[in-house]
């Protein structure tokens, strides 16, 4: 795909576009019945759909032995380039025994839909401990990544994937932007530099306040929530993106963000994940990420600005686009607004700190945040969905 010489390229350089056309996707469902099948889950399901339209770019399937190997060694592909988490459909023995290497494999979705192909062209087993370790920094099953590496099965099947159809998103149809056409509409706006935002909490004053700093220096933002795969006990993205249609019609200059959803799972992989989630926004056409604390952390697992200083085992413009990174945001009592340690005269005590998992231990008490964290506006939406009912605006 040709790039707009104003607009940054999509990492490795290509956009890729495994979506299959109209004829190919009718050989495909002429051949249905008599290729063999392998069932997806919900994460496998959310990674053909990243590589498919270009967000995973220049993974154009599941990884092969090469490339995973020196991805969960060195953080980068076979050819050197960057990137930090492995891309892999794993099966059990039995599964992978029935496949021939060289053959199509029929990809259905968990509710058994024939969703996509695999051009099969490589079986191989790994190690999953060293996969959890180097990852995830971590070999413990409590860990719901690692949870995740050790329940999937012990081969892993590579090779070129096409998703059958790009179909319009259950809940978010409007805001299914893929990176083709953010890329097209950053243009149209004449935006020269963008910055991306990730989140899986609701939208709250810290973020609200980061995202602002970064918005006063570039020409848009792209507030791109995944609504992907994530924990239990994460707040729904239907709940989240209801908080963020708030924020942006009472918080925000409409002509200078963009709302869009990024069908990514989560991984929880910490400052590997931080990279992962910069080049996703990189081939969504933005220049510049913010990474803020413990970013995709979970858990004690990870250092607070763990996922800042991974950046600076890249060479500087090695990646392609600018962490812009900040600090743990709270609300000063002193000034009555929301600030750093870098701008903030206030006491320890005189700080309000409230991280996503707070938040949602608060809503599960029956306890709202407060204004000082939380948007009274967004604090009554989160009411609503968690049925607490003593709340005042």
């Not at 770019?57 to 980068?76: C, K, N």
């Not at 995740?148 to 590579?158: I, S």
């Not at 949602?360 to 049925?387: C, D, H, I, K, T």
């Amino acid at each position: 795909m040709s790039q707009h010489p104003e607009s940054i390229a999509p990492h490795g350089g290509q956009l890729i576009h495994r979506i299959a056309s109209h004829n190919q996707r009718h050989e495909f469902l002429d051949k249905a019945d008599f290729l063999p099948r392998v069932q997806l889950d919900k994460r496998a399901t959310s990674d053909l759909e990243m590589i498919a339209i270009g967000a995973f770019s220049p993974l154009i399937g599941f990884m092969e032995q090469a490339d995973y190997d020196t991805v969960v060694e060195t953080m980068r592909l076979a050819n050197g380039l960057p990137w930090s988490i492995p891309v892999t459909l794993s099966v059990d023995e039995a599964v992978a025994e029935r496949l021939k290497e060289g053959s199509l494999v029929r990809l259905d979705d968990p509710n058994g839909n024939f969703v996509g192909v695999l051009e099969l062209t490589q079986k191989y087993r790994y190690d999953k401990v060293r996969e959890a370790v180097n990852v995830y920094r971590t070999d413990e099953e409590e860990h719901p990544g690692v949870k995740v590496v050790y329940d999937q099965g012990d081969v892993n099947l590579a090779g070129p994937v096409w998703l059958l159809q790009r179909d319009h998103h259950p809940h978010f149809p409007s805001y299914q932007i893929d990176p083709a056409k953010s890329r097209a509409l950053f243009q149209e706006r004449g935006w020269k530099t963008v910055v991306g935002f990730q989140t899986r909490n609701p939208i709250h004053r810290a973020h609200e306040y980061i995202i602002k700093c970064a918005l006063e220096t570039v020409d848009g933002l792209f507030l791109h929530p995944l609504v992907g795969a994530t924990k239990s006990d994460d707040i729904s993205a239907e709940v989240r993106m209801r908080c963020y249609e708030i924020m942006l019609e009472l918080y925000f200059p409409e002509t200078r963000v963009i709302l869009a959803i990024n069908p990514a799972a989560m991984r929880y992989a910490g400052p590997r994940e931080a990279i992962f989630h910069a080049l996703i926004r990189k081939n969504y056409g933005c220049t510049h990420f913010i990474v803020g604390r413990d970013h995709a952390g979970v858990g004690d697992y990870y250092g607070t600005y763990d996922a800042q200083h991974i950046f600076d085992e890249y060479e500087l413009g090695e990646l392609g686009i600018v962490p812009m990174k900040f600090e743990h945001a709270f609300y000063c009592k002193r000034t009555e607004q929301m600030a750093t340690t870098k701008t903030s005269p206030s006491r320890p005590e005189e700080r309000v700190h409230l991280s996503g998992t707070k938040v949602r231990e608060m809503l599960r008490r029956g306890e709202l945040p407060p204004p000082e964290f939380s948007r009274p506006a967004v604090a009554a939406e989160l009411a609503r969905a968690m049925n607490i009912t003593n709340y005042e605006i």
